[in-house]
């Protein structure tokens, strides 16, 4: 079988333009989601072609039969009956094996890209569509659009049997096939007509199975707010919310294809009555056999089976929709990245200009910094002030609007990305635990790092004491180690540790310590990664004080800089810090703090 290609990659500026031609996006997403089946698809078409074949020899080997029987033909044909219900038995056993596979490789195809390009997006692109719905494009809807090529496929098979079936009652007598001809139009305008209106019921309907998924989604990980709340009734009415929508879509859909099938299923067994009705005037002529005559009413079934496409056209409008969902997380712009290389440069930042605004609202404002490489820098300001959003924006988590954040003098967004990753890790205040086992959470990053480089961060972040206790140690299995929030903090502390390229960027990771905890990593930070850049986003006077300069954020804006000896004497400085921490400590003095016995 043909081995898999690229999965669909992000449109181009010139891609989507070029998506105005005659052939529309969706399709061709779908064709290439088709062309994924390679050698299955194949075998699937070849076997699909067989047994239209077969089926059209069919009534005629067993109009043939018929005659033999009752001896107006040789036996021989019994034989040949016989011999194409065992090769249909085959084809259809084979055809159904290769029409799974198929639809399982484009399926896979189209799910790989998704969800590249889901992992690929910047936070701002991502926070546009909720988990949920992603999941429903990544399930749901790929499969879809997955299963479109064997239905298409049948579907031709289906109308070279029909054109097949009309020729053969032509051979029969060319009055049985222009009679069935009479009345194809017809259905053909109902069918397209159909068509039209199944399209936007069935978008529409993805659309709010996907706004079901989101809020099931964001009811499940906020379940333990919901259950403290008492306000589970309440959710299940939003998560449900969308519910009569979905129900009269699905009413709409079957009403849809209600009609079609009572119009189809009128006109079709008119036109086989027409067509036998020529038959039998063909036959008391003595013009046709009694074995054509069979056959012909073989033919004109299988025509009009065949010719019945609501299924297939359900199908097809069903996995354009689900296509065109696809296809709005594919053409959604991805983080980019550039291909400058990084000098060796110790680790210096330098904001120029930067600014940020989410939802209409300035959050950073004209940022002009300059973070010293080697030095230890504590971000500290009011809830809201914009330390989070400039951890991200230093570790381009975050791409400003406006502005350029430069490490080592190249901006951050022409590096690519393993280089980025390599130079700069960051620690999050709920960082999410990806991995098997403790370790692997610990080692989860570009770069593999060594047994040895996941103990010693795992020890400067306060956490190899308590994972060695665990029966497995660092191969304890994540789902057999229950975590209390300041554990799992410290955990993924440690994989940024483990990670730290010339600059570390830490934000809120002490926010679930104890106080001496905390002054333990600080100390990791002061001595350990001494020559390192950190950025440390702190809530306690005793980490400012440890740092070799504050940064102190007022609503996007610098309201001041220095050291924290010197920014004390401003009361509203000091008024940032609760009155029960060491506020009145110097950097020499919070160095003598006692540290917290890692064993
Ligand atoms: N994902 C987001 N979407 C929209 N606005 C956001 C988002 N994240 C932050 N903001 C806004 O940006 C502003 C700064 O947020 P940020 O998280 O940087 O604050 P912070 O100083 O880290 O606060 P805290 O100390 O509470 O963590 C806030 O007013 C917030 O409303
Ligand atoms: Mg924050």
């Given at each position: 079988m043909t081995p898999p290609s690229e999965p669909p990659q992000p449109a181009s500026e010139s891609e989507r333009a070029a998506r105005s031609g005659s052939w529309r996006s969706e399709d061709r997403l779908l064709a290439r989601a088709a062309r994924q089946?390679?050698?299955?698809?194949?075998?699937?078409?070849?076997?699909?072609?067989?047994?239209?074949?077969?089926?059209l020899v069919l009534p005629?080997?067993?109009?043939?039969?018929?005659?033999?029987?009752?001896?107006?033909?040789?036996?021989?044909?019994?034989?040949?009956?016989?011999?194409?219900?065992?090769?249909?038995?085959l084809g259809a056993a084979l055809n159904e094996v290769a029409d799974g596979a198929a639809v399982a490789?484009?399926?896979?195809?189209?799910?790989?890209?998704?969800?590249?390009?889901?992992?690929?997006?910047?936070?701002?692109?991502?926070?546009?569509?909720?988990?949920?719905?992603?999941?429903?494009?990544?399930?749901?809807?790929?499969?879809?659009?997955?299963?479109?090529?064997?239905?298409?496929?049948?579907?031709?098979?289906?109308?070279?049997?029909?054109?097949?079936?009309?020729?053969?009652?032509?051979?029969?007598?060319?009055?049985?096939?222009?009679?069935?001809?009479?009345?194809?139009?017809?259905?053909?305008w109902a069918l397209h007509s159909f068509a039209g209106r199944a399209s936007g019921?069935?978008?529409?309907?993805?659309?709010?199975?996907?706004?079901?998924?989101?809020?099931?989604?964001?009811?499940?990980?906020?379940?333990?707010?919901?259950?403290?709340?008492?306000?589970?009734?309440?959710?299940?009415?939003?998560?449900?919310?969308?519910?009569?929508?979905?129900?009269?879509?699905?009413?709409?859909?079957?009403?849809?294809?209600?009609?079609?099938?009572?119009?189809?299923?009128?006109?079709?067994?008119?036109?086989?009555?027409?067509?036998?009705?020529?038959?039998?005037?063909?036959?008391?002529?003595?013009?046709?056999?009694?074995?054509?005559?069979?056959?012909?009413?073989?033919?004109?079934?299988?025509?009009?089976?065949?010719?019945?496409?609501?299924?297939?056209?359900?199908?097809?409008?069903?996995?354009?929709?689900?296509?065109?969902?696809?296809?709005?997380?594919?053409?959604?712009?991805?983080?980019?990245?550039?291909?400058?290389?990084?000098?060796?440069?110790?680790?210096?930042?330098?904001?120029?200009?930067?600014?940020?605004?989410?939802?209409?609202?300035?959050?950073?404002?004209?940022?002009?910094?300059?973070?010293?490489a080697g030095s230890l820098v504590a971000l500290v300001g009011p809830s809201g002030s914009g330390k989070s959003t400039l951890a991200a924006l230093a570790a381009r988590l975050l791409d400003p609007d406006h502005g350029d954040v430069l490490l080592d003098g190249v901006a951050l967004s022409v590096l690519p990305k393993p280089e980025l990753r390599r130079a700069i890790a960051y620690g999050f205040e709920r960082p999410a635990l990806i991995g098997e086992t403790l370790g692997d959470v610990i080692a989860f990053g570009e770069d593999q790092p060594s047994h040895e480089t996941v103990v010693r961060a795992a020890m400067a972040a306060q956490a190899d004491f308590f994972i060695r206790r665990l029966p497995g140690g660092y191969?304890?299995?994540?789902?057999?180690?229950?975590?209390?929030g300041g554990e799992a903090q410290r955990v993924g502390l440690a994989r940024a540790f483990a990670h730290a390229g010339r600059v570390v960027v830490l934000d809120d990771v002490a926010a679930s310590l104890d106080v001496a905890t905390e002054q333990s990593v600080t100390r990791a930070l002061t001595e350990e990664f001494a020559d390192r850049t950190r950025l440390i986003v702190a809530h306690r006077a005793s980490t400012a004080a440890r740092a070799d300069s504050v940064i102190w954020l007022e609503r996007g804006r610098v309201r001041g800089m220095g050291t924290h000896h010197d920014l004390w004497r401003n009361p509203e400085y000091r008024s940032l810090f609760g009155p029960d921490q060491h506020q009145t400590l110097g950097r020499s003095e919070v160095e003598a703090l006692p540290i917290r016995s890692g064993a």
């Amino acid at each position: 079988m043909t081995p898999p290609s690229e999965p669909p990659q992000p449109a181009s500026e010139s891609e989507r333009a070029a998506r105005s031609g005659s052939w529309r996006s969706e399709d061709r997403l779908l064709a290439r989601a088709a062309r994924q089946g390679g050698g299955w698809l194949l075998l699937m078409s070849l076997t699909t072609l067989v047994l239209a074949g077969i089926q059209l020899v069919l009534p005629a080997v067993l109009g043939r039969a018929l005659d033999a029987v009752v001896g107006h033909a040789p036996r021989t044909w019994l034989v040949w009956a016989a011999a194409l219900l065992a090769m249909l038995a085959l084809g259809a056993a084979l055809n159904e094996v290769a029409d799974g596979a198929a639809v399982a490789k484009s399926t896979a195809w189209l799910r790989v890209g998704v969800l590249r390009q889901i992992l690929g997006l910047g936070t701002r692109q991502s926070q546009r569509l909720s988990a949920g719905e992603l999941a429903s494009r990544l399930s749901a809807n790929a499969d879809d659009a997955g299963k479109v090529a064997p239905d298409v496929v049948q579907f031709c098979a289906g109308l070279l049997t029909a054109v097949g079936a009309l020729v053969a009652l032509a051979l029969i007598d060319l009055r049985l096939c222009l009679t069935f001809l009479a009345g194809i139009p017809l259905l053909l305008w109902a069918l397209h007509s159909f068509a039209g209106r199944a399209s936007g019921i069935a978008q529409r309907y993805l659309d709010v199975q996907g706004s079901i998924a989101g809020r099931l989604v964001d009811a499940l990980s906020g379940a333990r707010t919901i259950a403290a709340a008492g306000t589970v009734d309440q959710e299940v009415r939003r998560v449900l919310a969308p519910l009569p929508e979905l129900h009269e879509l699905g009413v709409g859909t079957w009403r849809e294809q209600t009609r079609i099938m009572a119009q189809e299923a009128l006109l079709l067994p008119l036109l086989q009555i027409a067509v036998l009705a020529v038959a039998g005037v063909q036959l008391t002529h003595g013009r046709i056999t009694v074995g054509e005559m069979f056959a012909a009413a073989q033919y004109v079934a299988l025509a009009s089976g065949v010719i019945s496409g609501v299924s297939v056209v359900s199908q097809v409008t069903r996995a354009r929709g689900a296509a065109r969902r696809a296809l709005d997380v594919l053409d959604t712009a991805m983080v980019r990245y550039g291909s400058e290389e990084l000098p060796p440069g110790p680790g210096q930042i330098d904001f120029h200009d930067v600014s940020v605004a989410t939802g209409g609202r300035t959050v950073i404002d004209g940022l002009d910094l300059c973070i010293p490489a080697g030095s230890l820098v504590a971000l500290v300001g009011p809830s809201g002030s914009g330390k989070s959003t400039l951890a991200a924006l230093a570790a381009r988590l975050l791409d400003p609007d406006h502005g350029d954040v430069l490490l080592d003098g190249v901006a951050l967004s022409v590096l690519p990305k393993p280089e980025l990753r390599r130079a700069i890790a960051y620690g999050f205040e709920r960082p999410a635990l990806i991995g098997e086992t403790l370790g692997d959470v610990i080692a989860f990053g570009e770069d593999q790092p060594s047994h040895e480089t996941v103990v010693r961060a795992a020890m400067a972040a306060q956490a190899d004491f308590f994972i060695r206790r665990l029966p497995g140690g660092y191969d304890t299995k994540l789902a057999d180690a229950p975590m209390s929030g300041g554990e799992a903090q410290r955990v993924g502390l440690a994989r940024a540790f483990a990670h730290a390229g010339r600059v570390v960027v830490l934000d809120d990771v002490a926010a679930s310590l104890d106080v001496a905890t905390e002054q333990s990593v600080t100390r990791a930070l002061t001595e350990e990664f001494a020559d390192r850049t950190r950025l440390i986003v702190a809530h306690r006077a005793s980490t400012a004080a440890r740092a070799d300069s504050v940064i102190w954020l007022e609503r996007g804006r610098v309201r001041g800089m220095g050291t924290h000896h010197d920014l004390w004497r401003n009361p509203e400085y000091r008024s940032l810090f609760g009155p029960d921490q060491h506020q009145t400590l110097g950097r020499s003095e919070v160095e003598a703090l006692p540290i917290r016995s890692g064993a």
